[in-house]
């Protein structure tokens, strides 16, 4: 790709007309915009281009640009050249395009206020929003001509322009500025620029044959693309196909949906090995053991232990006997020996005295009494959190009652926090049990007076997240794993930061699948109502009132 800048009446388009006629290419598509002389240069001497007809707008010129670059080569194997000309002019579409929005945004603020319709273009303002959607389709153009797999020649003015200070003040020096958008000249090959008649200078290659700095400016005397491109190396590569792989931002959304339905399935799969196993049909004890055994010789055996567990319940591991190397026990006990005897990564070892370093005195290597536990400072949640919004309602929902407590009425509110060694067994043993009510091992969100909005947010999230493990049929403590310090054992140490924030978000749409699953439609209908806001003030109230979780 290569471009081609030059000044008014300077030769682009006669030399890009006269490269048509070249030996090292196949056909020639030409792309004209607002020149007008497409038809009068095929006149120079071997130019043998076929001009592509569009209709001026942006959409109907990124559809040649693209039927040209997907013609297929002709039976010699010879590439197809592309003609752009001129980028100035679709550069200045694309600006128009803006303009125009700008200014009936200006006219509707105008009739809005009952002012006049503005006129003048200094009367509105092309935003910053506008000129990013400008740039997209810009690059909707030059991704389509990366596609192409012969040479490009885009075709742009050039002028001279003068240099102004730090003050906004001109000076005497002078510079050349191609009219297009600003990147351009780092997206192609290679910039050429002719600065008069016959006058080129090389001002960039990306190329091992002709390597010039963009910094750097070459004079090219004897120009001509034909030259140019077997400078280039184009008769030696006029073979090979050019394969050109664009990047694919969606890529992330069809992971993220293919995650899900993954969740989705592997929740269905549990559900339905615990229904069967409620009907006296486990599943086969060697398919199981043999699971266990691959997830124990994996590269991530706690991860792949844990899949296994989610895959067939624990509640139905329990009731199925294996044999092991530990002896004869249940699925899941095996699940939890193994996990037991993963061996946790080896500390580094401390570099040995060596000689030129004093052996340390026998005081020094007295151990060191053991420091005084301390709760870990958790990460910070994202930026778009407002602890503010702990005490404001939101629009969507009734105002919850449990952030403008009364400490008489409220039992859920006590005068001290509650100590976390009596908090953790509660928490161990909720997050064991699967019988009973079916809502019965949840627990609402402890508020206590002394909280700050951010432990009031932490143990939002902490509650919805039990919530979540239940409804989708997971062990609460395997569920938040990811977020849990090494050998932790109660929800209570689940770290409430931005990714436990984005991980419940993602779960959301699963958890309102299985509340409808469950029969339950007003809970789904309310806790969808929730939205992408997380922590949300509104867990209690929706455990209260639909779970009737005390």
């Known amino acids: 790709m290569i471009l081609l800048a030059g000044t008014e009446k300077s030769g682009k388009s006669y030399e890009a007309a006269a490269f048509s006629g070249s030996d090292l290419i196949g056909r020639t598509f030409w792309i ?29 010129i990124l559809d040649a640009v693209r039927w040209a670059a997907w013609q297929p080569r002709g039976a010699d194997g010879k590439p197809n050249a592309i003609v752009l000309d001129s980028a100035s002019i679709l550069w200045e ?3 128009d395009e803006q303009a125009i929005i700008a200014r009936r945004r200006a006219a509707k603020r105008a009739a809005q206020s009952k002012l006049p319709v503005p006129t003048d273009p200094t009367d509105y303002t ?30 742009a003015r050039m002028d001279e322009v003068t240099l102004f200070d730090a003050a906004g003040q001109p000076t005497k020096e002078r510079t050349w500025k191609i009219q297009t958008e600003k990147r351009l000249p780092f997206e ?61 931002p969606e890529a992330y959304i069809e992971e993220h949906d293919a995650e899900l339905t993954r969740m989705a399935t592997q929740t269905h799969h549990t559900r339905e090995a615990r229904r069967r196993a409620s009907q006296g049909h486990l599943p086969d ?15 991530n055996k706690r991860q792949a232990l844990l899949q296994v567990r989610s895959r067939y319940g ?42 030129s370093t004093p052996a340390p005195t026998p005081a020094a290597q007295t151990p060191p009494p053991p420091p005084t536990p301390t709760a870990q400072p958790e ?70 007076v002394k909280m700050d909005a951010g432990q009031r947010a932490a143990e939002n999230m ?66 969808a109502a929730f939205g992408a806001r997380v922590p949300t003030p509104g867990i209690n109230k929706f455990l209260k009132e639909e779970l009737r979780v005390t």
């Open 314 to 355: 624990a509640s139905v591991l329990e009731r199925l006997p294996i044999t092991t190397p530990w002896g004869s026990m249940s699925a899941n006990a095996a699940i939890e020996k193994a996990l037991e005897l993963i061996v946790p990564p080896t500390p580094a070892v401390p570099p040995q005295p060596t000689a």
């Open 285 to 299: 004890s060697d398919e199981v053991a043999q699971a266990i055994r691959h997830a124990n010789d994996s590269d």
């Open 32 to 60: 004209e915009l607002g020149e007008g002389e497409g038809h009068h240069y095929g006149s120079v001497p071997g130019a043998r281009y076929e001009l592509v007809e569009h209709d001026g707008s942006f959409r109907d």
């Open 462 to 527: 902490r509650a919805e997240v039990q919530l979540q493990a239940q409804m989708l049929g997971r062990f609460t403590l395997d569920f938040v794993a990811p977020f849990m310090p090494e050998g932790g054992t109660s929800i209570e140490q689940v770290q409430c930061g931005s990714r436990l924030q984005d991980f419940i978000r993602e779960n959301r749409p699963a958890v309102v699948a299985a509340f409808i699953e469950k029969g339950l439609p007003q809970a789904a209908e309310r806790y």
């Open 93 to 95: 579409l694309l600006g």
């Open 379 to 448: 990460p910070e949640l994202e930026p778009d959190f407002d602890p503010r919004d702990e005490h404001e309602p939101d629009p969507e929902h009734d105002p919850d009652p449990e952030y403008t407590p009364d400490p008489d009425d409220d039992p859920e509110y006590e005068e001290r926090t509650p100590s976390p060694a009596v908090e953790q067994p509660k928490a161990a043993v909720a997050d064991h049990r699967e019988e009973g009510e079916p809502f019965a091992t949840l627990r609402l969100a402890r508020h206590t």
């Open 126 to 155: 092309i935003t910053s929003d506008q000129w990013n959607v400008a740039k997209r389709r810009w690059g909707m153009v030059i991704d389509a001509l990366r596609h192409h797999d012969g040479p490009v020649i885009l075709c």
């Open 188 to 248: 192609v090959t290679g910039t050429l620029q002719l600065r008069g008649y016959r006058r080129a200078f090389l001002t960039g290659m990306r190329s091992l044959r002709l390597n010039v700095a963009p910094d750097q400016t070459v004079p090219y005397p004897g120009f001509s693309l034909d030259k140019l491109m077997r400078d280039l190396g184009l008769d030696e590569l006029a073979a090979a196909q050019r394969t050109y792989v664009a990047p694919r």
